[in-house]
């Protein structure tokens, strides 16, 4: 008789061309031992191990197949069930996803489907189990996670209960569709990526697009040989109609329009003129951006799911902030956020209330920059409304009162530290709005307004500007429950007054550098603080994410429903 044993000893190896075991001791081994009785032997012992394969949830299988009464879920009189063909597919195409369908052992479970030997179907059964245990807790919680992505992510993550939303699908009440419905984040973003990672397959699988050579920067009106090579790529990435690409060399209305179009979408300032740097951008690799794509869904399968009718979300390298109410999207507006030396912290917190004309308490670092200023202009820091604290007694120092030595910076900060009081010239601006964190971060208002007419915003120390702070101020407090005559009595004090929101809001600073807008459009940005690079460098994904976009439906097309047992 087959044993449980023997089973784990047969060899499999685990590389692509693996092989099968050419042959087996125990040929009988369906014939003598139930489904049943072999699962529940199997799972009564602590080996976790089949073939070569280790189960990553040992425990999870067990009580799945024990609530099941050890039924199979995969195999049904010895042979395969279409389920699991189906179930099998769906592992397979986990890159369309934007999974990795190496961890689910697809072909191998294609070598061990195929085989007629008893054993393998049963190494099959258990295997196959394990494998999409593995992908519903990644469709939940991401292909990387977050503490494996890089330093400086502490973003609150998502609350899922992958075990009894799985348990629902293994005990036959809901449907492969339901369950990865459960699992994925509900956010227009997240799903507006999985469409366009789906159709940046299908360009894939149609060769791709085209490489743009190098060459003189052009503009609007120029004629070049390079201008029929550059319609056929706007239109290959969706920026040109197809009735525009022809032989023409002319930089006409349309090619401005498209490339301008191009220029948006990837973050360059949208002038119309094909430089070096819309070059580069042209000719990122098309794997490269299906790369970024998945990184991006990972990012959103991080963040909690329990607040997704009401958030503030800033995403970093975007330089942008989202407003969601009620489910809907209130406001959206630009940002500036840190340069990558003073990189602004990506994490979630509560926004707990809004400051009007508000101090600035300078940080020690920032303290480092300024001293030297007043240090080489005396009066400096007096005349932008600064003043000394005494870290002693938090007393108001007059600073013309320090000599040189106190104003030296290690000095300085042994004893005071500094303060900047409303007016013009704050670096907060007229309102701040606080989130207490471990950081220090929060968003204000800002007197460098210029800075929000550049495409590229990162120029802080940390902290993130706003662009319409009083709008967001409003929002909030109607979202509090203030009416408008509350409101502008509140925002129009002289004084520093501190209003705080009865109704919490969270606040997520996150770092997304691939995304879907309203219209449609997949945007990329650059990776401003390298965490796309690092990411990449601890889940390769590349060539070999390629995958037939056949294979995968976006809509609930053959839903898959396992017998309950």
Known sequence: MTTRRSLLKSTIALTATAALPLSLSTPAFARETSSREFLKEFFSHSENTVGTIKLRYKEELARIYQQRGYAPLWIQKGKMTFTSKAVLKKLSSAQLLGLDASKYY????????????????????????????????????????????????????????????????????HSFRQTIDALEPDHPRYKGLLKALHSHYVMAAAGGWTEFPNGPALEYDESDSRIPVLKQRLQQSGDLAETHVDGDEKFNLAVFEGLTNFQNRHGLQPDGVLGPKTVAELNVPLHKRISQIHMNLDRWRWLTRSDKQSNIIVNVPGYDLDVTLHGELAMTMKVVVGKPGNR????????????????????SSITRE?????????????????????????????????????????????????RQLPGKSNALGDIKFMFPNDYSIYLHDTNAKNLFDKTERAYSHGCVRLEKPFALA?????????????????????????????????????????????????????????HDKKAGESLDKGKSFYADAENYALDATNDIVVSSG
Not at 344 to 362: A, C, G, I, K, R
């Open 106 to 173: 697809s072909r191998l479970l294609s070598q061990l489907s195929a085989s007629k030997n008893p054993q393998h179907r049963f190494q099959f059964e258990i295997i196959m189990t394990d494998a999409l245990y593995t992908y519903f807790d990644d469709v939940a919680h991401g292909n990387l996670r977050q503490n494996d992505a890089s330093s400086g992510w502490n973003l609150k993550e998502g609350n899922i209960d992958v075990r009894a939303i799985t348990t629902e699908f293994f005990t036959g009440n």
């Open 344 to 363: 602004t912290p990506l994490f979630s917190d509560e926004m707990e209330h809004l400051v009007v004309n508000p101090s600035w308490y300078v940080p």
């Open 474 to 530: 409003k929002l909030l407090l109607q979202h509090d429950g203030r009416s408008a005559a509350q409101i502008d009595t509140l925002l129009g004090q002289k004084s520093t007054t501190t209003l705080v929101l009865d109704r919490h809001v969270p606040v997520h600073l996150t770092y997304q550098t691939a995304w879907v807008d309203g219209n449609g459009k997949t945007h990329f940005r650059p990776d401003i603080y390298g």
């Open 370 to 418: 300024l001293l030297p200023r007043e240090l080489a202009r005396p009066g400096y820091l007096a005349r932008n409304r600064f003043e000394a604290l005494s870290l002693a007694t938090e007393e108001s120092v007059s600073l013309a009162s320090l000599d040189m030595h106190d104003k030296h910076p290690n000095n300085f900060l042994s004893n005071y530290r500094l």
